[in-house]
Each structure stands twice: as structure tokens, then as C-alpha cells.
């Protein structure tokens, strides 16, 4: 369980103030809690039935309950909430009486310090028992999902243990000539086959994992009719309710790809196509059999997350083809000097990931310093000019201390962004020490610093509407006759002093609080929007929202109530999603554009052509507005090469039905670029600054 979730604690206690005491303590030391103090086994009984909790400090004094109560009451539920005893006395019998009646462990009331590691330890045991809980759950899923998926295939398949089969599906009936599975339990398998095919099939079955029995095979059986079934068999180990058996996949005479064939389709599935490396797929997957073959021991493997550094910057300056030619020089850098056995990878738009295998540390960081060094030097000739990157490298281990997938990526790339902690420019090497981390964030959060502090400032300015918003308009090119402005939130610090979003909502978005700053934003903005048209604006307001919203299924219905609520028409208000979020939400992007149709709202994508393909993402997008990346109009009052390409853009987007916005209008001499690439609406500072008041003259465009 992460420090940054909000801990749901329960304190029965005596004493308030002692109670406030360990809330404090618990804070001090980085622990996000939402408390509540409870005096009586009555009261705690009260508070079970009002919430779910997640820890309970018990102090044993001479109160109106007793820890066996309470324990006794949390066992009777069938709740599992850890209960820290706190006893006044060292005596080793209360000690033990207490881990006896169930306590998750017993301290002194004095010992801060242990208390706090045992509050630590409960939290990790927590975390843990939650995710074996989701696992449990996900495996349970999978494998409804498995076995539908067995049951309406298409192939024939079968599960057969000792030669008898003891699962079939309807194909694999119907090849057969059967009616129902129990006809077929009393056949053996072989009885089903001719001589040739029994004796390859026995074969196979001795050792189903060596390379020999891989591939598919010719069979010849006889259905319950006599017939001949004329089919191509593959043979896999398999666990079939809980039974270890064999999985047999038949399919008739049109047969499965050559094995040729079939390698060719996994080597294009694993490609990335532009540097010929390999993708994020194949990546994740061989970082998975890597950490399940280190859990073994031995000789640890080195992951590499190389972020070339501002490469958005190259692409706009030399252009999006010109951009990919440099791509694929680095492909060929890290080649050149990656050894035989590594795995490289394309793993983003302007990301290269790596695993090396049989290094320790230092020779981890070396080899991190080859790669840097390799791009470093690499320059890239593109139209008569020269290119030239750098990358941000960030590595660790991957050895047996049992970090999954996710946990790896999340630590060299934390690792690499240290890089530029250090160096705004990049280039260098980081490796990935847990120890320094955690120092890092205990330092942080004594300085008043660091995330926590953050999350606690923003959960305080949302209890206090500490909260403030400004309106940037955006101005039609086309004599659209409506106004429009977007909405943005600044969060006020303790003087009243604004702090910019992008300090403080990806945070809230990943620790799963941007939805309420999302609803707080909707719910002021109609407001004003509600009173600024009753004064005769025809005005719409575009709100960004964070991917905790898109994902919400609660939040279109309260959507719709809040719109009716303001007696807004439902297009007066224009919902924006960021196109990186859209990408890492597709599916619930997709049915939360089409949702908004259905309340007839309309819908934005920004950030526009950050990706590789941003026309893929957006066939899946029910948007009618396009804002297009800031990348795109830099220079391009003295670069006729980023006019094309703008161009062509906004003309792709015309010809889908899409309004464009282009964005970052910072001067005069960029308009009439923008009016000849049909630009629908522009938005920048030189038409007017974010501001308090939505009080822009429309009518000066006209």
C-alpha cells in the first residue's frame, strides 16, 4: 500500500488527546490518515458499521472497553483490520496475552519509533493482502474469460489426461460426430486416431515442451460415424481445473501457418517498424521472463530506460519525417554497441528501452554510460542539415528480489528523470538506488516538501475552495458568431499566491483526486457560464479533465444532473481530453466521447500530433474539436516546412469533419500562416491572457 493513499485508521482510546498525539506522529512521518477516535467498544461497534477501515491502535487503559472487546468484535465481523496493542506496561504477560487474543503486535505506549515501524509493516501487509485479493479476483475473471473463450472457439479443442479426455468443446464435438462430452469421456484419444497418428501423438506427449514436439502435425481420425477427419493437431502442457493434463488444438485439413510463416508473424508482432528494434510489447514480456528467471538467483540483468532529451523541440525544428530519420540513427547507435545478448527496444515516441543480461552495478552503469555516450556522438543528416540528440538514462537491476514488471519500469524511468534533476539538459546516466529514494522522500516530507505535502495542500484546497479560475479565449478564423473560452484552474498556495496545474495535477490525477478538482471545476464554471449568458454572451466554455474522470462511470450521469441543474444547453459546454491520456485510456475514451453525444455535449482532444500516430487514436474518438500541439506552430512564420506541415494537418482534420484550434499564438506575424493553413480557431497571449473575467471583444474580429 503507497504512503500516498489515504490510510483509514481507527484509534480506540481513552484519551482524545492521546489520540491526536498518534495522529500527529503517524503525519510527521509521512502517513496520509483519515482518523477517527473512538472511547467505547459502543462507539468502535458504531464506526465498523459506518465505514471500512484499514488499521486500528488500540491503547489497553482503564476505559469503557477492553482490547479483547474489540478484538473479539473485529473477528466476529470477519474483518481484516490489524489491531497495534498499546499496553502501559513491559510486563511479558500482557505482551503475550495480547498477540493471543489476535493483535497484529504489542508496544509500549512510549515507543514512537516502533510503533511507527510496526505501523509500516501492518501497511505493507495491508498492501499486500489487498493485491493477492485483486489477484485472486483477476484470476477468477481470467479464467471465466478462458474457459467462454474454449467453449465458442471456433478450433476444435480438448483437455485429455491419461489418454481420456475430460474437457471438449462444442468444435471439437462436432469434428468428432458427438452430441454431448460425457458420449466422449468413455473413448480414449488414441481409439479416435489411426496408427500413424497414435504413434506421433504418444511421441509428442512424452516430452510436450522440447523443440520437437512444437509446431502443429498431420493427424487422420474416424468420427462416431465412421467418417475420416483430416486435420492438423498442436499438443501444449496444460492445467485444466486444477488437474495437470495435456491441451490438444485440432484444426481440419486448411492447417495452421508454416512454421516459417508463423515466426515471420511473431518477428513483425514484436517489431517496431520504424527502427527495426523491437516494441513496448515484446519489452514488457521479456522483462517479465527476466525477473521470473532471476527469482532464482545468479548473475542479476540491468534494465535501461534511455529518454532522448527534447526530442518534442528536434521534431518541431526539422520536422516529423526528418524526426524519424534520427530515430532510426540512434536504433543503429545502440546496435553498434549493445552486446550480442541484449534486448533493445523502441518503447515510445522518443523512448529506447533496454535489458542486458549478467551485469552487477557497475557494470550496469558502464554499459548505461555506453548507450549515452553512443547517442551522444551520433549525428544525423537530415535535408543538408545536421542532428544531433542526447538521452537521459536511467537503469537498475533486475535481479531476485522479486519486483514485478510495473515496479521496474516505474524505477528507471524515475531513474531517468533524476537525470534531469540534476542536469535541466539531460545526458547522463542514473541508477536506480531504492535506499536513496526512500531517504529522499523522508527528507522531503520533514522539509514540508514532496508529494505528501502536496497531496495535503490539494486536499486542503479542496475542502477550503482553495481554488481559482481563468479564462483564455479562443477566436474563430471562420466568423463562427459564438463565443468561446477555455477554462484553467490555478491552485492558491497559503498566501493566495496561484500554482500552475501542471505543478499539481499530475499528481492529483495519479493519486485519484483529479476527478473531485474535475467536478469542483465543472460545478464553478456552469455557475459562471449560467450568469454570464443570462447577460445575452452566446458563450461555451471548454474544460480539460484528467483521466480519473474519463475512467469514472459514475460521472456522466452526474454530469448530466449538474448541466440540467444550471439550465445550460448541453453544447454550451465543451469537455477536453489530453491526447497522451486518450492513448493510455483508449477503450474508456472512446465510450466517454460517445457517452458525451448522447447528452449531446461536445467533445476536444488537445495536444494533437504528439504521437506517433495521433489519426490512429482519433478514428476512435467522438470529438468535434481538435486542438492541435503547441510543437507545431513554433518558427513557423520563418519555416515553410512547418507551414506544410501544419497544413496538411489541419486539412486531414478537415476532411474527418474536425474544427481545428492552434494554440501558443504568441505574436502578430504567425496569423496569416495560420489563416492559409485553414486554421478554424487560434488561441495565444497575443489575443489575450488567461484572466479572472471572461470580458474579451469578440466583435474586434469580425
Avoid at 72 to 94: A, F, G, Q, Y
Avoid at 461 to 486: K, M, T
Wanted: proline fraction near 3%.
Amino acid at each position: 500500500m503507497r504512503d500516498k493513499d489515504n490510510i483509514r485508521l481507527i484509534i480506540a482510546d481513552a484519551s482524545a488527546n492521546r489520540a491526536q498525539e498518534l495522529e500527529s506522529l503517524l503525519r510527521n512521518a509521512g502517513h496520509s490518515t483519515r482518523s477517527e477516535h473512538v472511547g467505547s467498544c459502543e462507539a468502535f461497534a458504531a464506526a465498523l458499521e459506518r465505514g471500512t477501515w484499514d488499521l486500528c491502535i488500540c491503547r489497553n487503559t482503564e476505559a469503557d472497553y477492553a482490547p479483547k472487546d474489540i478484538l473479539d468484535l473485529i473477528r466476529k465481523l470477519d474483518l481484516e483490520i490489524p489491531v497495534i496493542l498499546l499496553e502501559e506496561t513491559s510486563d511479558p504477560e500482557c505482551l503475550t496475552t495480547g498477540l493471543a487474543m489476535g493483535a497484529a503486535d504489542v508496544i509500549l505506549d512510549d515507543e514512537d519509533q516502533r510503533l511507527l515501524l510496526v505501523f509500516a509493516r501492518e501497511l505493507k501487509n495491508l498492501g499486500e493482502r489487498k493485491e493477492r485479493q485483486r489477484a485472486d479476483q483477476t484470476l477468477a475473471e481470467s479464467e471465466r474469460r478462458c474457459q467462454l473463450l474454449l467453449d465458442t472457439s471456433s478450433a476444435a479443442i480438448a483437455y485429455v489426461h491419461e489418454g481420456m479426455h475430460i474437457y471438449a468443446n462444442h468444435a471439437y464435438l462436432k469434428l468428432f460426430g458427438y452430441e454431448d462430452i460425457d458420449d466422449l469421456m468413455a473413448v480414449p484419444l488414441l481409439d479416435m486416431l489411426d496408427e500413424a497418428s497414435q504413434q506421433e501423438l504418444k511421441s509428442r506427449m512424452k516430452s510436450p515442451e522440447s523443440p520437437e514436439s512444437q509446431g502443429s502435425f498431420a493427424i487422420k481420425g474416424e468420427s462416431s460415424d465412421g467418417s475420416i477427419v483430416d486435420a492438423h493437431a498442436m499438443l501444449f502442457g496444460a492445467v485444466y481445473d486444477g488437474e495437470a493434463c495435456m491441451q490438444i488444438l485440432i484444426r481440419e485439413e486448411a492447417g495452421e501457418p508454416s512454421g516459417e510463416l508463423q515466426a515471420k508473424i511473431d518477428e513483425i508482432a514484436s517489431q517496431d517498424l520504424l527502427t527495426g528494434l523491437n516494441n513496448r510489447a515484446h519489452f514488457l514480456r521479456t522483462l517479465e521472463s527476466t525477473i521470473e528467471k532471476n527469482k532464482t538467483g545468479g548473475t542479476p540483468s540491468a534494465a535501461y530506460y534511455l529518454n532522448l532529451d527534447k526530442f518534442a523541440d528536434l521534431k518541431s525544428d526539422f520536422g516529423i519525417n526528418n524526426a524519424d530519420i534520427v530515430l532510426t540513427d540512434v536504433a543503429t547507435a545502440l546496435r553498434s554497441v549493445a552486446p550480442q545478448s541484449a534486448v533493445l527496444c523502441r518503447f515510445s515516441d522518443d523512448v529506447f528501452t533496454a535489458i542486458v543480461h549478467d551485469v552487477n552495478a557497475e557494470k550496469a552503469i558502464a554499459m548505461g554510460e555506453e548507450f549515452r555516450h553512443a547517442i551522444d556522438e551520433n549525428l544525423s543528416d537530415v535535408g543538408g542539415r545536421t542532428a544531433q540528440v542526447t538521452a537521459s538514462v536511467g537503469v537498475a537491476l533486475v535481479d531476485d528480489s522479486g519486483s514485478s514488471p510495473q515496479d521496474t519500469l516505474q524505477q528507471i524511468h524515475h531513474a531517468s528523470n533524476a537525470v534531469r534533476v540534476t542536469n535541466k539538459d539531460g545526458n547522463g546516466v542514473h541508477f536506480y538506488d531504492a535506499k536513496e529514494v526512500e531517504e529522499k522522500r523522508r527528507a522531503d516530507t520533514i522539509a514540508g516538501g514532496g508529494d505528501d505535502a502536496l497531496i495535503a495542500r490539494i486536499d486542503h484546497a479542496l475542502r477550503e475552495n482553495a481554488f481559482q479560475l481563468v479564462f483564455q479565449p479562443f477566436i474563430s478564423l471562420r466568423g463562427d458568431p459564438e463565443e468561446h473560452y477555455e477554462v484553467f484552474v490555478r491552485m492558491l498556495d497559503e498566501d493566495d499566491n496561484p500554482i500552475a496545474p501542471g505543478e499539481f495535477m499530475p499528481l492529483a490525477a495519479n493519486t485519484g483526486v483529479g476527478g473531485k478538482i474535475d467536478r469542483w471545476v465543472i460545478l464553478q464554471s456552469i455557475k459562471i457560464l449560467s450568469v454570464h449568458r443570462s447577460k445575452g454572451h452566446d458563450t461555451r466554455l471548454m474544460i480539460n479533465l484528467t483521466p480519473n474522470s474519463v475512467s469514472d462511470t459514475s460521472f456522466l450521469p452526474w454530469l448530466s444532473v449538474a448541466i440540467k441543474a444550471a439550465r445550460l444547453p448541453s453544447d454550451a459546454v465543451i469537455f477536453q481530453l489530453y491526447e497522451d491520456d486518450a492513448i493510455t485510456y483508449l477503450k474508456q475514451a472512446r465510450d466517454f466521447t460517445n457517452g458525451l453525444k448522447e447528452l449531446h455535449c461536445r467533445a476536444s482532444v488537445s495536444h494533437f500530433g504528439r504521437s506517433d500516430n495521433p489519426f490512429g487514436t482519433l478514428k476512435h474518438l467522438n470529438v468535434d474539436f481538435v486542438k492541435i500541439d503547441g510543437a507545431y506552430v513554433q518558427n513557423i512564420d520563418r519555416k515553410e516546412d512547418k507551414r506544410k506541415a501544419l497544413g496538411e494537418l489541419i486539412g486531414s482534420l478537415q476532411a474527418q469533419g474536425k474544427l481545428s484550434i492552434v494554440p501558443m499564438v504568441e505574436t502578430a506575424a504567425v496569423l496569416a500562416s495560420l489563416w492559409q493553413a485553414g486554421a478554424n480557431y487560434i488561441q495565444g497571449n497575443y489575443l489575450q491572457e488567461p484572466t479572472s473575467e471572461m470580458d474579451y471583444d469578440f466583435t474586434t474580429e469580425d
